[in-house]
């Protein structure tokens, strides 16, 4: 059975910067795609990053250009690098793969808060 674990999430002020990081219990040939999804307070969840197994990325239109999504080859982890945090990122952050079989699995989820 697929695991997913987060870490890295907490309160933070505007402006100021998070980090959120996965590991997955999976072998990497197997996942097609790592990313990341959000789910504001009273929101469907939505895509916030995602990168494919051949290197192209995704982004959601509101975190275009402050979020970057990677990934640790080495230990199976990827990380999303949040910058220039706005209260309307306040959320709970999901981490998200796709195998070959394109099934979805996710973690259980980190929330992020972002206030003055």
């Known amino acids: 059975q697929v695991q997913l674990v987060e870490s890295g999430g907490g309160l933070v002020q505007p402006g100021e910067s998070l980090r959120l990081s996965c590991a997955a219990s999976i072998s990497d040939f197997s996942i097609n795609a790592r990313g990341w999804y959000r789910q504001l307070p009273g929101k469907e969840r939505e895509l916030v990053a995602m990168?494919?197994?051949?290197?192209?990325?995704n982004y959601g239109d509101s975190v275009k250009g402050r979020f970057t999504i990677s990934r640790d080859n080495a230990k199976n982890t990827w990380a999303l690098q949040m910058d220039n945090l706005k209260p309307e990122d306040t959320a709970v952050y999901y981490c998200?793969?796709?195998?070959?079989?394109?099934?979805?699995?996710w973690g259980k989820g980190t929330r992020v808060s972002v206030s003055s």
């Open positions: 998200n793969l796709v195998d070959r079989y394109n099934i979805h699995y």
């Open positions: 990168l494919t197994s051949g290197g192209n990325t």
